[in-house]
């Protein structure tokens, strides 16, 4: 059974930091892409950052230099380096493991919350 276990959200001002981590089991971890997403209420879920099973990064546009995705195959734990928050980046933070057509593999976590605010 694929499992997903975000932590590390939390509460921050803007122009703050987290680090988001996902634990993953169920999986052979290092063969697979891994997405970080968000949902903001009343949205639909969005990709934010991906990262390829060699290390290949990509990051939605709204994101890019603010967010480094990473990811330690040793501890089948995809991370997610967030500085620079704006309270548009308050959401709900998933991550999952994605095959080349975007598609994910798993059922989603609970998610971490993410709120940015003075």
């Known amino acids: 059974q694929v499992q997903f276990v975000e932590s590390g959200g939390g509460l921050v001002q803007p122009g703050g930091s987290l680090r988001l981590s996902c634990a993953t089991s169920?999986?052979?971890?290092?063969?697979?892409?891994m997405g970080w997403y968000r949902q903001a209420p009343g949205k639909q879920r969005d990709l934010v950052a991906a990262?390829?099973?060699?290390?290949?990064?990509d990051y939605a546009d709204s994101v890019k230099g603010r967010f480094t995705i990473s990811r330690d195959n040793a501890k089948n734990t995809v991370y997610l380096q967030m500085n620079s928050l704006k309270p548009e980046d308050t959401a709900v933070y998933y991550c999952?493991?994605?095959?080349?057509?975007?598609?994910?593999?798993?059922?989603w976590g609970q998610g971490t919350q993410v709120t940015v605010s003075s």
């Open positions: 999952n493991a994605r095959l080349i057509s975007g598609v994910v593999v798993g059922s």
């Open positions: 169920g999986i052979i971890f290092s063969a697979y892409r």
């Open positions: 990262i390829t099973s060699g290390g290949n990064t």
